[in-house]
């Protein structure tokens, strides 16, 4: 079974500092993809990032980057240069392969949150 | 507006009564998930259709839930008899998919619906 976990509930940090929200996951799969999702008030998931068990490299998207270390079964997201609009929940997301139906597909897991408030 | 779209947003219901909530994915996506979430809670799995065809159902989902997505396009998901711990978001979410994969390895959400049961 795959299990996700967030440690930190919430998260405090200045504006246009840095932030680092952590994310472990556990699995005995050799393939796999971890997710992050941003999820404001309005209650829409918003994708920020993906990173493949596979990627060599860690992935970036913008202000977004997945410090990703696959021995510690790590996946912390770093958040630079943190904005007012940066201010949700965030949530860490594993797909493990499922087999159904006689085919395969990707089913999410999610950890439980943390909660970022930037401050001005 | 081009991303997955759920309606209502919204919903206040009796105990006792039924309720259905629909989801339209992106267009030409041949995946399709409904999730449950409850306050302070990450997203859990209910079901997964691969075009019309329900592939996989959760435990969490008991026999009051059905889904549906007869063509292949949108999905509703029917709550019979509501319970209060029924409460909750649901949130529908879409990819084009095939094998393990997504393509763009991207997996996207609607807005949620959310569910009060009084």
């Known amino acids: 079974a795959q299990k996700i976990t967030q440690t930190q509930p919430g998260m405090f940090v200045q504006e246009k500092e840095a932030v680092t929200l952590d994310c472990t996951y556990d699995t005995s799969d050799q393939s796999y993809g971890l997710f992050w999702y941003k999820q404001p008030s309005s209650g829409e998931m918003i994708f920020l990032i993906y990173q493949g068990s596979y990627d060599e490299q860690n992935a970036t998207e913008g202000r977004y980057s997945l410090n990703f270390q696959k021995a510690r079964k790590s996946a912390n997201l770093v958040i630079s240069a943190s904005q007012l609009g940066d201010s949700a929940m965030y949530f860490c997301a594993m797909r493990a392969i499922v087999n159904a139906g006689g085919t395969s597909y990707g089913k999410l897991t999610f950890g439980q949150g943390t909660i970022l408030t930037v401050h001005p | 507006d081009t991303g997955v779209s759920q309606d209502p947003r919204h919903k206040i219901t009796k105990r006792g009564q039924n309720v259905t909530f629909r989801c339209d994915p992106i267009?030409?996506?041949?995946?399709l998930y409904w999730y449950r979430q409850t306050l302070g809670q990450g997203p859990e799995f209910l079901t997964y259709?691969?075009?019309?065809?329900?592939?996989?159902k959760s435990r969490l989902l008991s026999d009051r839930f059905s889904a549906e997505r007869p063509k292949g396009s949108f999905s509703t998901l029917e709550i019979q008899r509501t319970e209060q711990g029924d409460s909750a978001m649901y949130l529908c979410a879409s990819s084009l998919g095939h094998g393990f994969s997504e393509s763009g390895n991207t997996i996207y959400f609607g807005e949620g619906s959310w569910l009060t049961v009084v």
């Open positions: 267009s030409e996506h041949n995946r």
């Open positions: 259709f691969q075009n019309e065809a329900q592939l996989e």
